[in-house]
T-cell receptor, first 115, second 114 residues
Framework: DSGVTQTPKHLITATGQRVTLRCSPR?????VYWYQQSLDQGLQFLIQYYNGEERAKGNILERFSAQQFPDLHSELNLSSLELGDSALYFC??????????????FGAGSRLTVL | AQSVTQLDSHVSVSEGTPVLLRCNYS??????LFWYVQHPNKGLQLLLKYTSAATLVKGINGFEAEFKKSETSFHLTKPSAHMSDAAEYFCVVSDGSGANNLFFGTGTRLTVIP
């Protein structure tokens, strides 16, 4: 157990629907990162939050949004889902907001299947 | 600009033989370099990291990597493969600034043959 908790582990939904993925960072970590892992795109950085504020944005679609709450947990909202959104979504956390200088601790992922 | 290239998408070794997973990087700055491992249905776990200290970095589970600036390489090695080493391995480069400057390689799948 890495200390980063992601729910749900698996999610199956239909095109056009909206889902919310949840992440609780490791105790003491202030920064949360979201990644999408698919077979054709590999591991893609989506967005980072640090202590409730957006810190960096990657290849996140406009249909996707995220936030980090005062208790530091984070949610990734995916809307108007398409077949191509099927992927493994990882959350990671680190102590500070500097990803390169700090080790990222990853959760086990949420596998999203869009039918 | 930064990038990382993992030269082999799949490596297969026999149990007890050496492991070599190759990684080349491109960075405009003095990079931080990492190797992460992903076992099936698990998240990524840090194996080791290089942050401009000793060029030979020792990690967990007997893995090590050597930073060679002249060759822009950061290859991962292990003297003797174990069945539990079968997993996907990712080389990662960063210039240390932000999360959007953390680049993951495409991964190398290691198969260990008994």
């Amino acid at each position: 157990d890495s200390g980063v908790t992601q729910t749900p582990k698996h999610l199956i939904t239909a095109t056009g629907q909206r889902v919310t993925l949840r992440c609780s960072p490791r105790s003491g970590d202030l920064s949360v990162y979201w990644y999408q892992q698919s077979l054709d795109q590999g591991l893609q950085f989506l967005i980072q939050y640090y202590n409730g504020e957006e810190r960096a944005k990657g290849n996140i679609l406009e249909r996707f949004s995220a936030q980090q709450f005062p208790d530091l947990h984070s949610e990734l909202n995916l809307s108007s889902l398409e077949l191509g959104d099927s992927a493994l979504y990882f959350c990671a956390s680190s102590v500070t907001g500097f990803a390169g200088a700090n080790v990222l601790t990853f959760g086990a992922g949420s596998r999203l299947t869009v039918l | 600009a930064q990038s990382v290239t993992q030269l082999d998408s799949h490596v297969s070794v026999s149990e007890g033989t050496p492991v070599l997973l190759r990684c080349n990087y491109s960075s405009s700055y003095s990079p931080s370099l990492f190797w992460y491992v992903q076992h099936p249905n698990k998240g990524l776990q840090l194996l080791l990291k290089y942050t401009s200290a000793a060029t030979l970095v020792k990690g967990i589970n007997g893995f090590e990597a050597e930073f060679k600036k002249s060759e822009t390489s950061f290859h991962l090695t292990k003297p003797s493969a174990h069945m539990s080493d079968a997993a996907e391995y990712f080389c990662v480069v960063s210039d240390g600034s932000g999360a959007n400057n953390l680049f993951f390689g495409t991964g190398t799948r290691l198969t260990v043959i008994p």
